[in-house]
């Protein structure tokens, strides 16, 4: 099955860090550009960080600069999401999708992106 396996997330304090993963299963990501997005229930899937293929050249959301540092291992198939200073309000489920757009980011629309896999749960509580 082509998708993405999200892995990494869990239960973490406010304040503190997660590291993602998203392993492609099925393809290799190398020719893709990747995005991080997160959905909370009720809500539209969120664009969070995109990484491209051709320099890696990365993207973040105003809301997560300087605080989550996105990073790919195509060796290894895989995309990382580094978060620190984890918020309350950033606590839900965590997917990664591969670019239709080719190998550079093009922005966060949700529909550009597919393969998505079942997520990852992020819990932010004290």
């Known amino acids: 099955q082509v998708q993405f396996v999200e892995s990494g997330g869990g239960l973490v304090q406010p304040g503190g860090s997660l590291r993602l993963s998203c392993a492609a299963s099925?393809?290799?990501?190398?020719?893709?550009?990747i995005g991080w997005f997160r959905k909370a229930p009720g809500k539209e899937r969120e664009g969070v960080s995109c990484i491209s293929s051709s320099d890696s050249t990365t993207y973040y959301t105003d809301s997560v600069k300087d605080r989550f540092t996105i990073s790919r291992d195509n060796a290894a198939n895989t995309v990382y999401l580094e978060m620190n200073s984890l918020k309350t309000e950033e606590a839900t489920v965590y997917y990664c999708?591969?670019?239709?757009?080719?190998?550079?980011?093009?922005?966060?629309?949700?529909?550009?992106?597919?393969?998505w896999g079942q997520g990852t749960q992020v819990t932010v509580s004290s």
């Open positions: 999708g591969a670019s239709l757009m080719g190998t550079v980011c093009s922005g966060f629309a949700s529909h550009e992106y597919d393969r």
């Open positions: 099925g393809f290799f990501l190398d020719g893709y550009a």
